[in-house]
Nanobody, 123 residues
C-alpha cells in the first residue's frame, strides 16, 4: 500500500502563490510517474500536471501552463506543485496521485490518491 498526504493549501489572493507538497510513504516506488489533479465543487476531477519518475517528462494542463511547476525529490519521497499567479478559477481541492497505467491525463490511470488539500483564491 501507498499513502499520499498533501499539504500546503490555504487561502490566497489572486496573483499570489502557494506551494503544495505531497509526501509518499508505505510501499512507495520512486519509479512511478506522479500527478496532480484538482476538483472544484460540483465539477469533475481535472488533470493539472504530471511528472515522470525521474522528472525527465513533465506535462501541464493548458489552464496552468506557465504558472504552475511540478517537481519531485525522490530521496525524500516528495512531489511538489509550485503555483504562481493564482486565479480565482484555480480554487479547488488539489490531489496528488501515483500513476498506474494508461493516459496520464485521466484520473482513472492513477491508483493511489491523497486526501486532498484545499486551495482558495480570493479576488
Amino acid at each position: 500500500q501507498v499513502q499520499l498526504v498533501e499539504s500546503g493549501g490555504g487561502l490566497v489572493q489572486a496573483g499570489g502563490s502557494l506551494r503544495l507538497s505531497c509526501a509518499a510513504s508505505g510501499r512507495t516506488s520512486n519509479n512511478y510517474r506522479m500527478g496532480w489533479f484538482r476538483q472544484a465543487p460540483g465539477k469533475e476531477r481535472d488533470f493539472v500536471a504530471t511528472i515522470s519518475w525521474n522528472g525527465g517528462t513533465i506535462d501541464y494542463a493548458r489552464s496552468v501552463e506557465g504558472r504552475f511547476t511540478i517537481s519531485r525529490d525522490n530521496a525524500k519521497n516528495m512531489v511538489y506543485l509550485q503555483m504562481n499567479s493564482l486565479k480565482v478559477e484555480d480554487t479547488a481541492t488539489y490531489y496528488c496521485a501515483q500513476y498506474r497505467d494508461g493516459s496520464p491525463y485521466y484520473s482513472s490511470s492513477y491508483n493511489y490518491w491523497g486526501q486532498g488539500t484545499q486551495v482558495t483564491v480570493s479576488s
